[in-house]
């Protein structure tokens, strides 16, 4: 299938991906509208975010750049410092975009 670039083609698309998106976000709100929140599925949302960071930044920093490598082991130790979640991620992207500079 394709699309014609030009005309309405990519207000088209834009389009559906918007109707994907919301029926994706309302569908999941429908569904876990109708399954009990206990103790039990509260401990498996609370491990799952965890583990998608972990599974979004392992291959990051296993394949990753110099910069993409510096800038996670900063925001990680200034995490550590400072607790707070904002100020880490600065420091990193500011330490990303210096090593990118730089090297």
Do not use: E, H, Y
């Amino acid at each position: 299938m394709s699309v014609d670039s030009s005309g309405w083609g990519p207000l088209l698309i834009v389009a559906v991906m918007a109707l994907v998106t919301l029926a994706t976000r309302w569908g999941g709100v429908f569904v876990m509208s109708l399954v009990p929140i206990g103790p039990r599925l509260r401990r498996f949302i609370a491990a799952m975010s965890g583990s998608v960071l972990v599974a979004v930044l392992a291959p990051l920093a296993a394949q990753g750049d110099p910069g993409a490598r510096a800038a996670l082991a900063t925001t990680a130790v200034f995490m550590l410092w400072v607790k707070k979640p904002l100020p880490a991620i600065a420091a990193g992207i500011v330490v990303a975009a210096l090593v990118r500079q730089l090297g």
